[in-house]
Structure formats: C-alpha cells, structure tokens
T-cell receptor, first 113, second 116 residues
Framework: GAGVSQSPSNKVTEKGKDVELRCDPI?????LYWYRQSLGQGLEFLIY????????KSGLPSDRFSAERTGGSVSTLTIQRTQQEDSAVYLC???????????FGPGTRLLVL | AQSVTQLGSHVSVSEGALVLLRCNYS??????LFWYVQYPNQGLQLLLK??????LVKGINGFEAEFKKSETSFHLTKPSAHMSDAAEYFC??????????????FGKGTHLIIQP
C-alpha cells in the first residue's frame, strides 16, 4: 500500500520567505510526527499529532514554526520568515496509534539562501 | 529525560565481515529501543525494535540487536556484511512502544561503509 508521502521533495527559498511543507500519512494512521534532520543537530523531534490535536508544541524550534493537521489526515508544517539555520531535511512519520511503529516519509529537503 | 549515544560516526567493514554498530542509551523510564536505517535521499526504515520480553531481537536483512539493561546498551550486529548494507544507521529510544507523544529520541547516526 501507499506509504507516507511528503511534498515538495526539495524546496529552495530566500531568507525571510514563508514556506509550507506537506505530509500525507498512511491512510488510517491516527498518530503523525514531524522531525528535523540537520548536520549540526542530527534528528530532532518537533511535534506530534493525535488526530487533529497537538498536545505539546514545545519541540518546535521557535515561534516562526507552526503545524496543523486537518481531517485527521494531511499535516502542514509552516515556517515563517525563514532563516538560513532552518535549512534541513524535514521528515514526517505516521503510525496506527502512538504505541505502534512509526513509518517515515522520504522528507522535504529545505535550503534557505 | 532520554538520550542515545552511538559510538563511531563512521564504521568501515569488509564485505562478508561482522557488522557491529554500538548504541548506549539513558532513560528515566523502562526504555523501548529502535534501530532505523536510512539510505541516501530516503526516509528512515525500521530495522528492529525492543519492547518487552526476549532481549535478543531479530530484524530485517539479517540484523539483530541485544538489549542489555546492565550495560544500558542495544548494539546492532550482522554476521556477514553485504554491499547493500551501506547506509546510515540510527539508534533511538522512547518511553513508549511506538514513540508516543514524546516522539523518538535519536542518536547522531553511524555511517556504515562496506569495503569490497
């Protein structure tokens, strides 16, 4: 069956612009996760959704980052006023529920010039 | 609080030789432990995970790992390396069997190089 998909696969933007990253989880998966993978910080957990709700947003790096999930399915990670340090690969994962294995998408590679 | 330390950012082995990737963890709660593999320009794929029960866990592609509570370790092994094993390997820990609301805490990763 279809796995987790993410779009765009690559995004180049100028410093100060806003970007939206999209994640389509596996159908029926209620739990959705965002991670950031960068050379300096490795893999960092950003945020978790159970259904449309994100109980804890403290993992988001700054108030320029926001995320939402609608219809218990698609999620969008938005970065406002991008900075060069935001350059990274943003990975999305989903699982049937929080107790089950996470399946990862291929990621969105973001480059901020 | 949880953390993972992977010893060796790069490990090089000859094709056919034993693969050993080291992982030590710290956790304030009983840990669930994971090994993921990442091939170039791809997402992470689960190799194996320890939840409860048997401490020797077998995964895909001939990999296995042993949970040693006394050593706080979860090292990954494979008896005979294959060229297709070349990839980045990540060890992760969680207080929940799937990651839960806190997500997974990953190590920095080990790049496995296979010499022909």
């Amino acid at each position: 069956g279809a796995g987790v998909s993410q779009s765009p696969s690559n995004k180049v933007t100028e410093k100060g612009k806003d970007v939206e990253l999209r994640c389509d989880p596996i159908s029926g998966h209620t739990a959705l996760y965002w991670y950031r993978q960068s050379l300096g910080q490795g893999l960092e957990f950003l945020i978790y959704f159970q259904g449309n709700s994100a109980p804890d947003k403290s993992g988001l790096p700054s108030d320029r980052f926001s995320a939402e999930r609608t219809g218990g399915s698609v999620s969008t990670l938005t970065i406002q006023r991008t900075q060069q340090e935001d350059s990274a690969v943003y990975l999305c994962a989903s699982s049937l529920n929080p107790q089950e294995t996470q399946y990862f998408g291929p990621g969105t590679r973001l480059l901020v010039l | 609080a949880q953390s993972v330390t992977q010893l060796g950012s790069h490990v090089s082995v000859s094709e056919g030789a034993l693969v050993l990737l080291r992982c030590n963890y710290s956790s304030s709660v009983p840990p669930y432990l994971f090994w993921y593999v990442q091939y170039p320009n791809q997402g992470l794929q689960l190799l194996l995970k320890y939840t409860t029960g048997a401490t020797l866990v077998k995964g895909i592609n001939g990999f296995e790992a042993e949970f040693k509570k006394s050593e706080t370790s979860f090292h990954l092994t494979k008896p005979s390396a294959h060229m297709s094993d070349a990839a980045e390997y990540f060890c992760a820990v969680s207080g929940y069997s799937g990651g839960g609301a806190d997500g997974l805490t990953f190590g920095k990763g080990t790049h496995l190089i296979i010499q022909p």
